[in-house]
């Protein structure tokens, strides 16, 4: 072998310092067997070396294709029903994009090496890349559908399909409509889409953002909070109210007064109709302040557009229900599988 051979000819005082260390202790002439045995020994480890999966990605069999091509020829079918065309987008986009859209979860982007002048990002949704596309292009009217991939430098729970790279199948209606019109379609899409993959029994957590906003204030929480304060009731779906008091007192600086007032909200929850009477109660302190009874306003004309759909059954009134993301300004939703023990299934608003 040439290196066998080299190693021969090279006077002992001009080896690397390895080698002459080696040459000492086994003589020059037992030299180039060791080298080769040891060769032979790190050929022979890195055959045995089992390649791995970066943490938080999987690989997907041929069962495993079959089963996901079929959910997504579902998905895409209830999507074309409903008159959607598909877009396609970068899986990364400039960092300035994403930024400021996620609230706390912005920790979670994954940032890439400048290569090239530009500091960019994977995309962390497929709404954010969506508003810019409709900036950039000048859209109008537009319901569209988007399947593809999207990145989140989160700690995976494999167990609870939380992932750091998995698909999104999303639906949006953007435009001038009349309100509350696009809101029922959208969930009208969701309760086909959960009925016709007949996972089991379902539930869609509704709220909105007005109502989350009018609680804060009513509560006595600081504007400047409101957003930190909404992240960490978005935590109730996996922590006790006892750990997210916590949070809000400890970590966010909020009294305990104040958080105890917010504690008598979120506790809220139920059908649609019930909700509803009971918050536009004059008891109530949601009924008399103007940006919640506007709010509920529009929440009853929802839930007469659902009613007529067929597709209020399936809905809960939750006043738990935050969505930490920014970029939310009104109704927002969230499914979950009942007992299926794997956070929200799809979520929007």
Not at 83 to 94: C, H, N, R, S
Request: glycine letters at 8%.
């Amino acid at each position: 072998m040439a290196a066998l051979s080299l190693a021969e000819a090279v006077p002992t005082e001009k080896m690397p310092g390895w080698q002459q260390a080696l040459s000492e202790m086994f003589g020059t002439a037992k030299l180039p067997p060791l080298l080769d045995m040891l060769k032979r020994v790190i050929e022979a480890n890195q055959a045995t070396r089992k390649p791995k999966i970066a943490k938080g990605t999987r690989d997907f069999m041929p069962d495993q294709m079959t089963i996901r091509e079929q959910a997504f020829a579902k998905i895409v079918s209830v999507f074309k029903r409903h008159g959607a065309v598909a877009i396609d987008t970068p899986v990364f986009e400039l960092r300035e994009t994403l930024m400021g859209k996620y609230g706390e979860d912005s920790k979670l982007i994954y940032d890439l090496a400048d290569q090239g002048g530009e500091n960019l990002s994977l995309r962390y949704d497929l709404t954010v890349p969506f508003a810019r596309y409709t900036a950039l292009h000048g859209m109008g009217n537009i319901k569209r559908y988007h399947i593809a991939r999207v990145y989140r430098r989160d700690q995976p729970q494999m167990n609870r399909g939380r992932f750091r790279e998995f698909f999104q199948c999303d639906f949006d209606i953007a435009g001038a409509y009349a309100a509350m019109v696009p809101d029922a379609e959208v969930l009208k899409v969701l309760v086909e889409i959960l009925s016709d993959l007949a996972l089991g029994d379902f539930e869609i957590k509704l709220n909105h953002r007005g109502l989350l906003d009018t609680m804060m204030d009513i509560a006595g929480v600081p504007t400047s909070k409101f957003r930190p304060i909404c992240s960490a009731i978005d935590k109730l779906d996996k922590e006790p109210w006892e750990e997210v008091r916590r949070e809000m007192v400890e970590d966010k600086g909020l009294p305990g007064p104040v958080a105890d007032r917010i504690g008598e909200y979120v506790v809220l929850k139920g059908e649609p109709w019930e909700m509803l009477k009971k918050l536009t109660d004059d008891s109530c302190a949601l009924s008399s302040h103007p940006i919640s009874s506007a709010t509920l306003a529009d929440m009853k004309t929802l839930f007469e557009y659902l009613d007529s759909m067929g597709a209020l059954g399936a809905i809960s009134f939750d006043l738990s229900l935050a969505r930490g993301l920014d970029y939310y300004t009104g109704v927002i939703y969230e499914a979950v599988l009942k007992g299926g023990g794997v956070g929200s299934i799809a979520a929007g608003g």
